[in-house]
C-alpha cells in the first residue's frame, strides 16, 4: 500500500499535470511540476489539506516550471537534474512559444546527477533519469507511483523537437521497459496509466517489450 496520497490539477496553456503528493504519515508535500496557475496549486494543496515543502520538476521547459517562483517564495526547497539546471535562470527554445516567462528564477537548491535514493526536505524518493526529451529529463518514484514528466504518456511519448536526442529516448524506453514490477504512471499530460499497460500498447515501446 503506497504511503502517498496524490493530487492532480492540469496548469498552463498546455494542460500540465501538476502533481501533489502527500505524504500520510507527515501530512506534508511536494509538488511535482508546478507549470503555472499558482491559484490552482495553492487551491489543490487546500483541498488535500497540506502544505508545499518540496518542489521537484521532472525536466526544465517552461510549461513545468513558470510557477516554481511563486511556490518557492514558501519557502519550499527545488530540485531538478543538472543537465536542465540552467533552464531555471535562462530562456531556452520552447519558451519562445510564449510572451511572458519570469525566468530568470533563483537557481535550483539541489541538483541531481545520478540515479538513485535521495532525501530532501523529509521527503524520501528514488531518481530515474531519463533523457530524451530534455537532456535533464528524470522520472520520480514514490513507492509504486512513477512520475515521469514528458518522457512517457498514455500512448505516447514526449516530443524531441525541443532540445531532444532519439538515441537518449530510445535508451530511456528501453530501460523503462525493463524496470521490475508494474507501477502507476503519471505522465506530465494527459491521463494516468501504468507501465505495463504501456509495455503491452504504447507503440513507441514495442520493441522493447519484456520477452
Known amino acids: ?30 509538488v511535482i511540476d508546478p507549470g503555472d496557475n499558482l491559484t490552482l496549486i495553492q487551491d489543490l494543496l487546500h483541498r488535500m489539506d497540506t502544505q508545499c515543502r518540496l518542489i521537484l520538476l521532472t525536466h526544465g521547459h517552461f510549461d513545468h516550471i513558470l510557477a516554481v517562483g511563486d511556490l ?3 519557502r519550499a526547497p527545488v530540485c531538478i537534474h543538472k543537465s536542465d ?3 531555471l535562470t535562462q530562456r531556452d527554445m ?12 533563483e537557481a535550483a537548491d539541489y541538483v541531481f546527477d545520478k540515479e538513485g535514493s535521495y532525501t530532501v526536505a523529509g521527503f524520501t524518493f528514488y531518481v530515474i533519469p531519463s533523457p530524451g526529451h530534455t537532456k535533464g529529463s528524470v522520472c520520480y518514484l514514490f513507492d509504486d507511483n512513477l512520475f515521469t514528466g514528458d518522457t512517457l504518456f498514455k500512448g505516447g511519448i514526449g516530443t524531441l523537437n525541443f532540445g531532444g536526442d532519439a538515441g537518449d529516448m530510445r535508451s ?12 502507476a504512471v503519471y505522465p506530465g499530460h494527459d491521463e494516468r496509466t501504468t507501465l505495463s499497460d504501456e509495455i503491452a500498447h504504447n507503440p513507441f515501446l514495442q520493441e522493447f517489450k519484456r520477452k
Open 172 to 183: 530511456t524506453l528501453r530501460m523503462l521497459c525493463n524496470l521490475p514490477g508494474d507501477y
Open 94 to 105: 520552447f519558451s519562445t512559444l510564449i510572451p511572458y516567462d519570469p525566468r530568470p528564477f
Open 1 to 30: 500500500m503506497s504511503g502517498y496520497e496524490i493530487g492532480r490539477v492540469a496548469v498552463g496553456d498546455l494542460s500540465t499535470n501538476c502533481y501533489v503528493v502527500k505524504n500520510k504519515e507527515t501530512g506534508d508535500a511536494c
Open 72 to 74: 518557492r517564495s514558501e
Open 85 to 87: 539546471a540552467h533552464m
